[in-house]
Every structure is written in C-alpha cells, then in structure tokens.
C-alpha cells in the first residue's frame, strides 16, 4: 500500500516537538499540551478502567487498548493534519492534540511498570505477550489510522 508510505522528501526533517518559529513559542503553547494532556489522562483513566472492569485485571489489557487506540488516533490525525496535508490546522493544535491529549492518553510508561511487575512475579509469559502485542498492535495501530486517514482525503 503505497499510500501509507509517502515518498520521503530530502531536506530538514520536521519535528512535532520543536517549534518551527521560535518566536511564536509562548507561554500558550505549553499551557494548550498541558491543558491536552489533562484531557488524555482523563480519557485515559476512564478507559483502562472500563476495559478492567469488564475484562478483569489478570492481564494489563486496558493499558494495551488505550495505547492501540491512542496509536490509531495520532495516525490518523497524522495522515490529516501534516503540514504538507489537506486539512490546515495549526501548529498549535497539532502540538495540543498531538503531544498533548495523545501524549498524556497513551501510557508506555504504565506499559513499562506492569511489564517489570510480570517479569518480578515470574510471569514471563506474560511479561513477553505484553510486550510483543503492545509493540505490534500498536504499530499495526498508528500505520491503520494513517492508511484509514489517507484513503478519506480526497485523491
């Protein structure tokens, strides 16, 4: 699926974490990653709760889903919002929904602690299918939500 993989332009690499203009980085833009990362957490907490709930805690399951479906939101908002892409939106807003709700959404380092915890109480098995599902449905995850994004816009 060649869609998914734009051809690559040689130059400066863009990067989501700086700012393109170090001038029109204020104070509002901290305050919009942190006002987006409150809303991920609590989306967050919500989530991997509801997912414990009905699923049970013998498997940190809820962590896996909020991290695949964070990884399909950035993709997804990826293929839409890129500089080069047809929906214009701020650097702001990239900055806010990007780093900001995705960022304090997604928990690797939840991830991390529960994985330790597996390998600490012996649960290889575990610890191992852990990792292997996080990594791969969650790359699986953000290449979907960019392949789903680019094969909305219009041609």
Known sequence: ????????????????????????????DYILVMLGGAL?????????????????????????????????????SAAFTDPEGPLLVSPRFRRFFMIGVCGGYTTFSSFSLQTLDLIRYGDWLKACLNTLLSFVCCLAAVWLGRVLGLMILPK
């Open 1 to 28: 699926m060649e869609f998914a993989f734009p051809e690559v332009k040689l130059g400066k690499p863009r990067e989501l974490m700086t700012p393109s203009n170090r001038r029109s980085f204020l104070m509002l």
């Open 40 to 76: 991920g957490s609590g989306a967050r907490f919500w989530a991997s709760g509801i997912v414990a709930e009905r699923a049970g805690e013998f498997f940190p399951l809820g962590t896996l889903v909020v991290n695949v479906t964070g990884s399909f939101a950035i993709g997804f």
